[in-house]
Nanobody, 121 residues
């Protein structure tokens, strides 16, 4: 079974930085894309950034120039470096990965438990 374990969330002042990490583990045959999403109460879960296995990135307009997504394929880890944080970045951040297990013929979406990021003004 696959697990995604997140770390790095917390409380930071406006203008500060945080670095989120997400490690995938289990009987993994291959990992395709990985990404970060965020959600606040009363709103849908929105894409923040994604990265393919080849390193191609995609960002939401609201975070371009401030956030950077990266991955370490050997360690099965995806990162989100968040700089110049704003109060509107406050949300629960979720890690996502598209993974095929050794025991499966299919690629499935897996999600982390979510980590709270709070930016104070």
């Amino acid at each position: 079974q696959v697990q995604l374990v997140e770390s790095g969330g917390g409380l930071v002042q406006s203008g500060g930085s945080l670095r989120l990490s997400c490690v995938a583990s289990g009987t993994i045959f291959a990992i395709w894309s990985m990404g970060w999403y965020r959600q606040v109460p009363g709103k849908q879960r929105d894409l923040v950034a994604t990265i393919t296995s080849g390193g191609t990135t995609n960002y939401a307009d609201s975070v371009k120039g401030r956030f950077t997504i990266s991955r370490d394929n050997d360690k099965k880890t995806v990162f989100l470096q968040m700089n110049s944080l704003k109060p509107e970045d406050t949300a629960v951040y979720y890690c996502e990965a598209d993974i095929r297990e050794y025991t499966s013929d299919y690629v499935e979406e897996y999600w982390g438990q979510g980590t709270q990021v709070t930016v104070s003004s």
